[in-house]
T-cell receptor, first 108, second 111 residues
Framework: AQRVTQPEKLLSVFKGAPVELKCNYSYSGSPELFWYVQYSRQRLQLLLRHISRESIKGFTADLNKGETSFHLKKPFAQEEDSAMYYCALSGSNNDMRFGAGTRLTVKP | ETGVTQSPTHLIKTRGQQVTLRCSSQSGHNTVSWYQQALGQGPQFIFQYYREEENGRGNFPPRFSGLQFPNYSSELNVNALELDDSALYLC??????????FGQGTRLTVV
């Protein structure tokens, strides 16, 4: 079964602290994994995808096939990072499976 | 270049009725996907259309159906509405499965 789990519904850190948003998945093939972000009053938008292996807004995410994880990390959180973050998996039948999301709050 | 637009933004329907939601894809995009997002949940994949053909479907009953038109705009139709169909419906367009751009959503309330 194709499943994405984000164990934390809420995550709160102070500005300048490291942040890690957890994502675990189950999939019996080679998945394509994504992180989407939704800032307040804005639409859902792509943050990064694992095949790009790039850093966006200081965020990185590494696909760990052994642990079936795709955690999102940033070494120094900023207040403007406060948003809803969704991990998503795309399988072979073109469907995109989203996790329930983690609301990140960065406190001043 | 225009973004993905959805209409209407809000809608109230009675149980048992039918509803049609519309999505205008971003210019140049040939793929559209529809999602249902219940309160406090992540988006759930309903189906995807590529060049006017259904190209993938999630775990939704047949009363959820769709269309994609030659200009790549799309409709989501839901028949025999149930109370649990109340949700935010999101449309996303992309060019052949590359980065998906989301619309602002249609909030459907079934009473």
């Amino acid at each position: 079964a194709q499943r994405v789990t984000q164990p934390e519904k809420l995550l709160s850190v102070f500005k300048g602290a490291p942040v890690e948003l957890k994502c675990n998945y189950s999939y019996s093939g080679s998945p394509e994994l994504f992180w989407y972000v939704q800032y307040s009053r804005q639409r859902l938008q792509l943050l990064l995808r694992h095949i790009s292996r790039e850093s966006i807004k200081g965020f990185t995410a590494d696909l760990n096939k052994g642990e079936t994880s795709f955690h999102l990390k940033k070494p120094f959180a900023q207040e403007e990072d406060s948003a809803m973050y969704y991990c998503a998996l795309s399988g072979s039948n073109n469907d995109m499976r989203f996790g329930a999301g983690t609301r990140l709050t960065v406190k001043p | 270049e225009t973004g993905v637009t959805q209409s209407p933004t809000h809608l109230i329907k009675t149980r048992g009725q039918q509803v049609t939601l519309r999505c205008s894809s971003q210019s140049g995009h040939n793929t559209v996907s529809w999602y249902q997002q219940a309160l406090g949940q992540g988006p759930q994949f309903i189906f995807q259309y590529y060049r006017e053909e259904e190209n993938g479907r999630g775990n939704f009953p047949p009363r959820f159906s769709g269309l994609q038109f030659p200009n790549y705009s799309s409709e989501l139709n839901v028949n025999a509405l149930e109370l649990d169909d109340s949700a935010l419906y999101l449309c996303a367009s992309s060019l052949s499965g590359r980065e998906a751009f989301f619309g602002q959503g249609t909030r459907l309330t079934v009473v």
